[in-house]
């Protein structure tokens, strides 16, 4: 029996009911797993209830093959336990996912696999967050209850599809970016890329590298960086500068550079915004491009850019600017959203909108009455490694303190 429930609450507790000793934590994606990691180190239980079959599933199951971490990887590990020094400054994919697995193990992370969150609502009777979950095609259902709920499903849980007319028409191939593993089933081939974000552009330039033909849409502004520049990581170099200067004056250097080293890029399609990349990233969200050689791919010629689509038709597409032409297939790179609104009870903390903490970094971590969220900060790993952290220690303290045999009032 759980010590911490009073024998009335236990008698309240159906028999169906799965009491779990400390927080439940929805996602096994690195949020997750640094949630429960630092949990376990302050002497906290948890259980963390994932969807897919495997840990870190954005990046076992829906990314392609030549996937790196963009950022140095100083800047990408997880509280408490740092990378192996043997791994180089840009761990591969698969790099990755062996050091969250050992992780997981170090830390003796408890999971259940295979079953979805579809509901987590508050029980104000019990005082506690009722969590229920499907196993996927199986009709089967269950319901955990805790004091304590850790939202880590992520910012990119489900697949944007836009709705661009005539793409159901479309004879050829259409893929997510998601679905994508390399350029090999496309050789020869003349493809569509629509949207410019880190994935967009690395997939042009994976699909150039098995002799396709890629097309990549740009509707909007972007931002294309180089990855390194004076010797060193552009976002080590970023973030070192911002401990001195204001953002803009960051944005100014990074943007001279960055212009000495490509030139203006207006020439090749590609607008910047108005706000510099760092301040855009910090009010917006918006992810710079990092840039790992698909620069030059475009200026080459080897990639097309064309404005938005208008619409596809059975062979290919019409854009914006009135031009036409016939492709074999589409990928969409389209980017990803949130899907909390879908099955979280509570619109107070996060937004029905976008999915995400409505109070921006870094205040969007705690919520009321135990609930809490990691890695909805827009910064990546290390912001999930901060909320991480926060989050461990402010359960825990409850979880430690005397008052939790009456539980802590949040
Ligand atoms: C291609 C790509 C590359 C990236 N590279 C970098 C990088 O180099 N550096 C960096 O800092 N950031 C990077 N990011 C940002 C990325 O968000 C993080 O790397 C990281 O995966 C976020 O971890 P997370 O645990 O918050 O979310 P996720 O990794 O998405 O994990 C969330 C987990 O929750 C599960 N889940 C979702 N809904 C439910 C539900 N209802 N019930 C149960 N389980 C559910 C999912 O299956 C998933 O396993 C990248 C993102 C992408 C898409
Ligand atoms: N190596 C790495 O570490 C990588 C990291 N990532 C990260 O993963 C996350 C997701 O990236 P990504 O998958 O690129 O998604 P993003 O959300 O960053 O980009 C989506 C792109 O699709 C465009 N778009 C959306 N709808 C349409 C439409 N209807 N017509 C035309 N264009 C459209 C957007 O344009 P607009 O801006 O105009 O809305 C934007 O350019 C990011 O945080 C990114 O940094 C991704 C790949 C590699
Ligand atoms: O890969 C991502 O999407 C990230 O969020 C990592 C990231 C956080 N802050 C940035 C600033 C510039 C480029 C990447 C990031």
């Not at 960086?225 to 990074?254: A, H, I, N, Y």
Request: aromatic share 10%; glycine share 10%.
């Amino acid at each position: 029996m759980n010590l911490y429930y009073s024998q009335e609450m236990e008698a309240k507790l159906a028999h169906d009911f799965i009491h779990v000793l400390g927080p439940i934590i929805v996602g096994a994606g690195p949020s997750g797993l640094a949630i429960a990691a630092c949990l376990k180190s302050e002497g906290v239980p948890s259980l963390v209830i994932e969807r897919s079959h495997c840990i870190a599933s954005l990046w076992q199951l829906k990314s392609y093959d030549r996937l790196r971490l963009h950022l140095p990887k100083s800047f990408c590990q997880l509280p408490l336990m740092p990378f192996p020094t043997e791994f180089p400054t840009y761990p591969t994919k698969e790099q990755f996912v062996g050091y969250l697995e050992d992780y997981a193990a170090t830390f003796g992370v408890q999971s259940v696999f295979g079953e979805s969150v579809v509901k987590a609502e508050f029980d104000e009777g019990l005082g506690l967050w009722r969590v229920k979950t499907v196993k996927e095609g199986s009709g089967w259902a269950r319901e955990y209850v805790s004091r304590w709920l850790v939202v880590a499903t992520g910012e990119n849980a489900e697949e944007v599809i836009p709705t661009i007319g005539g793409l159901s028409d479309f004879e050829g191939t259409v893929v997510h970016t998601s679905g994508y593993r390399s350029g090999e089933a496309f050789r020869g081939k003349k493809v569509v890329v629509v949207g410019c974000g880190n994935s967009g552009m690395e997939v042009c330039l994976d699909l150039c590298n098995y002799d396709a033909m890629p097309t990549i849409i740009v509707r909007d502004a972007v931002h294309i960086l180089p990855r390194e520049m004076l010797g060193r990581s552009t976002f080590g170099l970023c973030m070192w500068l911002l401990k001195w200067l204001p953002v803009q004056m960051v944005d100014r250097l990074l943007l001279f550079v960055t212009w000495l080293m490509f030139g203006d890029t207006t020439r090749f399609g590609l607008r910047r915004p108005k706000l510099g990349p760092l301040e855009l990233k910090a009010i917006s969200g918006k992810t710079p491009v990092l840039d790992v050689g698909t620069l030059d791919k475009i200026k080459s010629g080897d990639i097309k850019v064309y404005p938005g689509v208008k619409r596809f038709t059975s062979k290919g597409a019409e854009f914006v600017d009135g031009r036409s032409e016939d492709f074999d297939a589409v990928i969409l790179a389209t980017g990803y959203r949130s899907n909390v609104p879908s099955w979280l009870k509570d619109s107070e903390f996060f937004s029905e909108a976008d999915g995400l903490p409505k109070r921006p970094f870094p205040n969007g971590w705690k919520g009321e009455r135990g609930l809490y969220a990691v890695g909805f900060t827009k910064r990546g790993l290390l912001g999930a490694s901060i909320d991480a952290t926060k989050v461990a220690q402010d359960i825990a303290q409850c979880w430690n303190s005397e008052a939790k045999q009456n539980f802590c009032a949040s």
